[in-house]
């Protein structure tokens, strides 16, 4: 339909109307209408596109902001080495293969980077992905091997992986060296080995799907130096919150519903912030041991428990 094609003449419209502009809807952008979005302020919606025209992705490559561009499947290497040069978020989160060449052109890039809808890649995709510089989502993967493991050990920069339902001793232990933010939120279960790695690991660690985890493990992860996410917990130990009083970092704990007195009383001698926004009771003993002026408990509905 003509109407899922972006034009220049649509986009000049849309730059006089004070209305926001939505370009989400559609398909295809002619080459013109593509360079005369360059000066556009702020994030380029554009995740209905689903062809891109090189000389369409240089012009866009030019914009300040972030470029969403999630309903790419596939794209040209020509098309990658000129989007490498954005400025900012590049959301691709619709690819589903990746060449050596557009994967080495990516690694490149300077910013956020989302390939989440890469299922499956190769170790040498994987080696020169390690490479980039910046937030790097690739939360579609559903297995990492110790040679890719290795490679994303080196990146430098938040590290999203939550495609993962569960990861090998071997590859927690290399993950663990990781320099900067890892999103794990898809691990079930964590054995003592892997939680001794992440406990060295330095930044945040987001393990929210894990529902359950013995004290030995939650002595582990509280040696931890970073944000903490453990928000799909529903049950706390006294000796668990223990551990935990120690952690360094804000500590998610937001799955709870419960507490008992005891671990109230640890959990007020964490020195930084602590997210208890699911508790659905809290005694008079909690209560006090909350109120402290060095207590940084958040707990938005506190008097309605």
């Known amino acids: 339909m003509e109407n899922e094609r972006l034009t220049l003449e649509i986009v000049e419209r849309c730059f ?16 013109p209408a593509a360079k005369s979005l360059i000066p556009y302020a702020g994030d380029l919606f554009l995740s209905g596109l689903t062809s891109l025209s090189d000389a369409a992705a240089e012009s866009l490559s030019n914009h300040e902001g972030g470029l969403i561009l999630s309903g790419l499947t596939q794209i040209s290497d020509a098309a990658a080495e000129s989007l490498r040069r954005h400025n900012g978020e590049l959301d691709l989160s619709g690819l589903t293969f990746l060449s050596n060449v557009a994967a080495t ?23 020169i992905l390690g490479r980039h510089d910046g937030d790097l989502d690739l939360s579609g993967l559903k297995y990492l091997s110790d040679a890719a493991a290795i490679s994303f050990g080196k990146h430098k920069g938040k590290l999203g992986l939550s495609g993962l339902t569960q990861i090998s001793d071997v590859v927690a232990e290399i993950l663990g060296r990781h320099d900067g933010d890892l999103d794990l939120p898809g691990l079930k279960y964590l054995s003592d080995a892997a939680a001794i790695s992440f406990g060295k690991h330095k930044g945040k660690l987001g393990l929210s799907g894990l529902t359950q985890i013995s004290d030995v493990v939650v002595e582990i992860l509280g040696r931890h130096d970073g944000d903490l996410d453990l928000s799909g917990l529903t049950n706390l130990s006294d000796g668990a919150a223990k551990s935990l ?19 109230a009383e640890s959990l007020s001698e964490h020195r930084e912030l602590v997210y208890l ?29």
């Open 277 to 305: 926004s699911g508790l659905t009771s809290l005694s008079d003993a909690a209560k006090e041991s909350f109120s402290k002026p060095a207590c940084f408990i958040y707990l938005p509905d506190y008097d309605q428990i």
């Open 105 to 127: 052109s990516f690694s490149k890039h300077k910013g956020q980077l989302g390939l989440s809808g890469l299922t499956q890649i190769s170790d040498v995709v994987a080696e």
């Open 245 to 263: 009083s120690e952690h360094k970092g804000y500590l998610n704990l937001s799955g709870l519903t419960i507490l008992s007195d005891a671990a």
């Open 16 to 31: 006089l109307s004070s209305n926001p502009y939505e370009f989400d809807e559609f398909a295809t952008i002619d080459d």
